[in-house]
Nanobody
């Protein structure tokens, strides 16, 4: 079992930045790929970014490439999502997830946090 707790969400103006954190506890953090997903009202949960256990390989949704950066600290058992140049369409609940492999398909991920709200005002 892996427990995930997100933090760092909030209200920001368009063009601003936020950094989300996800603290993991339970089984070995380095055994897992870590990812971020988001879900806006009335929409399906969508893939945002993921990072391999080594921290070397990363994947991003096209909508966030060049603006968001995922990273992880395997000593602190924490994964981060640095979000820059935020847009109103980035508004959503952001979820941290853990799994054995990188996939963009949300239902395939084994463990989820409870989410943190990000709101970008225009």
């Amino acid at each position: 079992q892996v427990q995930l707790v997100e933090s760092g969400g909030g209200l920001v103006q368009a063009g601003g930045s936020l950094r989300l954190s996800c603290a993991a506890s339970g089984r070995s953090f380095t055994s897992y790929v870590m990812g971020w997903f988001r879900q806006a009202p009335g929409k399906e949960r969508e893939f945002v970014a993921a990072i391999h256990w080594s921290g070397i390989r990363t994947n991003y949704a096209d909508s966030v490439k060049g603006r968001f950066t995922i990273s992880r600290d395997n000593v602190k058992n924490t994964v981060y999502l640095q979000m820059n140049s935020l847009k109103p369409e980035d508004t959503a609940v952001y979820y941290c997830a853990a799994d054995q492999v990188i996939t963009t398909i949300a239902p395939a991920w084994d463990y989820w946090g409870q989410g943190t709200q990000v709101t970008v005002s225009s």
